[in-house]
């Protein structure tokens, strides 16, 4: 009997490379590997479960796990991380000099939903913004008409418009039509460097380590999902996938930390390294859910108390059995 082989749909980074060029072999496992960004493959995912195995959203498998929907079951591999307080966009003419003064504006997001999004809202409640204070403004980022990628219900006390028919959030920005902008990714128009857009976290590196300082959490975006019936019918294929995923992690963790030449194109790596681990100690970036309790804890709660999750999920219910815990010698 040959290997099983399998689609599986990632993003192009470091720690996915080995598996994609085959340094590093999943057990049992044929790969047909492709390298997507995030908005292809988790709507290619979601609408049409076009991948065996694909990088998800935490928050869109939340969403239909919490309804018994999911066409995937999750496997703690976080193959993404990422602090988001550099992710809030503002008109710099428009008095937001503080989190708090983005209550009563109009604040654009691409999809409600988005993971990033849920974080943000989850610091801004912790500077006493209230999800109900702002007024959501909903359309694509530089094409009009993105629609939410699953369906999901907002709060009662939650009001969302829809952006104007042809209109992009990046034009209103530019425009002043919004005040702001939250969102995974930059518009153009910061990019560019436009007049009266920046971040509303000036030193977003700073503000986020103080608050990882207080809280100990460093947010997960993505999963790695698993279709469920080719889950059950290979009962080893989701220990094969963390086993192989975390061995991929670690060589690029070995590479960046390989000073006789920088492995990314960007200078002061090693230094950045150095920080890093003296703010979130030696294992920077880690898979699994020993250790990761808190961080998923406070997701789960974030998105029940935002209205997307029907019930309040715990970390117990939302990986493959198989994942929770590993051999050792």
């Not at 192009?12 to 590093?24: A, E, K, L, M, N």
């Not at 991948?51 to 995937?72: A, L, M, N, Q, R």
């Not at 801004?124 to 959501?136: R, T």
């Not at 930059?186 to 000036?202: I, K, M, Q, T």
Request: glycine letters at 8%; one cysteine or more; charged letters at 25%.
């Amino acid at each position: 009997m040959g290997k099983l082989q399998l689609s599986i749909a990632m993003g192009d980074y470091d720690r996915t490379r080995p598996i994609h060029d085959g340094r590093v072999q999943i057990d049992g496992v044929d790969p047909v590997t492709m390298l997507l960004t995030p908005e292809e493959m988790f709507f290619r995912a979601f609408r049409h479960e076009a991948f065996d195995v694909s990088e998800i959203s935490f928050s869109s498998y939340c969403v239909k796990h919490s309804k018994g929907e999911s066409p995937y079951v999750a496997i703690p591999v976080f193959l993404s991380r990422a602090f988001r307080h550099s992710s809030v966009y503002i008109r710099t003419d428009k008095g937001i000099n503080s989190p708090e003064d983005l209550k009563g504006r109009r604040i654009g997001i691409a999809e409600w939903q988005l993971t990033a999004n849920v974080w943000v809202r989850g610091i801004l409640q912790g500077y006493g913004v209230k999800q109900s204070e702002i007024n959501w403004v909903r359309g694509g980022m530089h094409t009009s008409g993105r629609p939410e990628k699953i369906p999901v219900k907002v709060p009662d006390d939650v009001t969302i418009e829809p952006a104007p028919e042809g209109a992009t959030l990046d034009q209103m920005l530019r425009d002043g039509e919004i005040d702001g902008f939250i969102g995974p990714r930059s518009l153009r128009c910061f990019d560019e460097g436009y007049p009266n857009v920046g971040r509303l976290f000036a030193d977003g590196m700073t503000a986020a380590s103080e608050h990882y300082e207080r809280t100990g959490i460093f947010p997960i975006m993505h999963l790695l999902g698993i279709k469920r019936e080719i889950a059950d019918a290979n009962p080893w294929l989701p220990g094969a996938l963390l086993k192989a995923f975390t061995k991929s992690k670690a060589m690029a963790q070995e590479a960046l930390q390989d000073t006789s030449a920088t492995k990314v194109t960007m200078p002061f790596v090693e230094d950045t390294l150095t920080m890093a681990r003296r703010l979130i100690g030696p294992e920077i970036w880690t898979y699994g859910v020993p250790g990761n309790e808190k961080v998923l804890e406070t997701f789960l709660d974030l998105h029940h108390r935002q209205g997307l999750s029907e019930r309040k999920l715990s970390v117990d219910e939302i990986f493959h059995p198989a994942t929770y815990e590993a051999y050792s010698l």
